[in-house]
């Protein structure tokens, strides 16, 4: 029996997976992801450990193993996760500093460096990206700031998932998808791009070399081997940015199928053949960027979404909590069954999902959210409800960028991501945007997209095509209420008026208390 393994580092868990090569799950663990606050004196500094990182994903991976007869059957593996955050480390390989999260803001005067030095349009005109306080390049440049003791000492900068291949294999390499994170890579040529490197100041030497997704990069040394429960030798291949992973199982390599990934960060993407990097482009918040699919690009606009509710589960879900916890069942149940005893519309309720900046088609980073539209007839469903809907009406803002501004027009939608297993909000969300939505029966979607680039490595399947055919399973499709379609076309119009309406009330709140 051959096996593949693929392993997500993500925001909240550290999971790993076995599948066989008909994308079947056969094993899996996962462990949390542990943020840290390190610093009293800066509170909202946020890191992840790399010891917990490692150690996480290696306990994770160690319990998948054991529910295999023989570990013997894995043939590869592959790493996937989120893509910004990366560490120094010495010639020796010992970490130096903690991963900086993109959670954290620290690295905002550098964005603002960035956007006067070298401004949003070229660093689009070269490497499709759209500046966030947190990209790659930002913490190079707060580093040589704060630290430049430590960056004298740097031999690589190791974006989160090169440092968990390098844990694997030794080996310090970078994919394109992962490069393509960093504002310093080339679209066009595929490579760090020395324009953008000249006038940053910011030193080739410390970035790894990045090749293609799917590349085989070295063999689990028996450290690993003795971490991780993986056979020693086991070949590791690159893997890639998740989102990105996640659409090979669903097809969304091909022309014309458009992917919803919804997570901590929801993200509406479509594959291109050649990178669009036009002023235009540029202006609706988009970021193309390669694809994990060989000589194909990506293009899509995206937002943080689930950690919206996320907070509200936290600091509202108690006594969805303390149900679950009394009848069984899981709290998110409960929430959503809150959610929809509001009616639609939220009894007048909006929420502006900006809690975490803003993304396409408006790129702000002191963006707040907000709740608007509340009464003394509000109640706390509607609030629940509300947010929901707001997080809806910012997948329709980025589907109308997409058709409006590159001629992506999509029929449906194809969705993946924890989100799917929300009944509520997936119907909402089609409601919503006025689109079918597919959901396939995919047993982690990035997971299994990871193990699918394994398997190409070592040439279990001959191509992306190929491994599609092996592994897709349709699911269900939730087909938009033609009632309602029309009555969230009309408040869609208002919801396009709170962030022009509100923007400067949060620009002058965000240098009140968050800078």
Not at 37 to 43: A, R, V
Not at 294 to 302: E, H, I, K, S
Not at 374 to 400: C, K, P
């Amino acid at each position: 029996m051959a096996y593949l393994a693929g392993i997500d580092l993500g925001s909240t868990s550290l999971k790993c997976a076995i599948y066989d090569l008909a994308g079947n799950l056969v094993a899996s663990g996962t462990r949390p992801t542990e943020r840290h606050h390190p610093n009293p004196q800066h509170p909202e500094w946020t890191v992840w450990l790399p010891e917990q990182i490692w150690g996480g994903t290696a306990a994770a991976m160690k319990e998948a193993i054991a529910q295999l007869d023989s570990p013997q059957d894995v043939q590869a593996v592959a790493v996937t996760g989120m893509g910004m955050d990366g560490l120094p480390v010495d010639e020796q390989g010992n970490w130096l500093y903690p991963f900086i999260s993109w959670h954290d803001p620290r690295t905002e005067p550098q964005l603002h460096w960035w956007e006067r030095q070298i401004g949003a349009q070229k660093t689009f005109s070269i490497g499709g990206n759209t500046l966030w306080p947190f990209s790659t390049a930002l913490r190079l440049l707060w580093m040589a700031e704060h630290e430049p003791h430590i960056l004298e000492r740097t031999v690589k900068w190791l974006l989160i998932e090169d440092f968990l291949n390098f844990m694997l294999c030794g080996v310090m390499a970078t994919d394109y998808t992962m490069a393509s994170c960093t504002l310093l890579f080339d679209q066009c040529k595929r490579d760090w791009s020395d324009d953008i490197l000249n006038r940053s100041g910011i030193d080739r030497g410390l970035l790894c070399d990045a090749y293609p997704s799917g590349t085989v990069l070295g063999e689990v040394t028996a450290v690993a081997a003795a971490a991780t429960g993986l056979p020693a030798g086991t070949p590791v291949v690159l893997g890639g940015h998740d989102y990105l992973c996640g659409a090979l199982p669903v097809g969304a390599f091909a022309p014309g199928v458009v992917l919803d990934v919804t997570g901590t960060w929801e993200i509406v993407l479509a594959a291109i053949p050649e990178p669009i990097l036009t002023p235009y482009a540029q202006k609706l918040g988009v970021t193309v960027e390669a694809h994990v699919a060989r000589d194909t690009f990506a293009v899509w606009g995206g937002a943080v979404a689930s950690d919206m509710l996320e907070w509200y589960r936290q600091e509202y879900g108690f006594e969805a909590r303390q149900r679950a916890a009394a009848e069984g069942g899981v709290d998110w149940d409960y929430l959503m069954a809150e959610a929809a005893a509001s009616p639609p519309g939220s009894r007048g309720a909006m929420f502006l999902p900006h809690m975490s900046a803003a993304g396409c088609p408006v790129v702000d980073a002191r963006a707040l959210g907000a709740f608007f539209g509340l009464s003394s007839f509000s109640q706390r469903s509607d609030m629940l409800r509300a947010i929901i809907e707001g997080l809806d009406y910012q997948v329709l803002d980025i589907v109308t960028a997409l058709k409006t501004g590159l001629g992506i027009n999509p029929d449906r939608l194809v969705a993946i991501g924890g989100a799917t297993r929300n009944h509520f909000w997936m119907q909402n969300k089609a409601d919503v945007v006025g689109l079918p939505i597919d959901v396939p029966e995919v047993e982690e979607a990035t997971l299994l997209g990871a193990a699918i680039l394994a398997g190409m490595g070592i040439g279990l399947y001959k191509d992306e095509q190929e491994a599609f055919e092996s592994v897709y399973k349709p699911g269900k499709t939730y087909e938009p209420d033609s009632q309602l379609m029309p009555k969230y076309a009309e408040w869609y119009k208002i919801y396009q008026q709170l962030y022009p309406a509100s923007s400067s009330i949060s620009h002058a709140l965000y240098e009140q208390f968050r800078v």
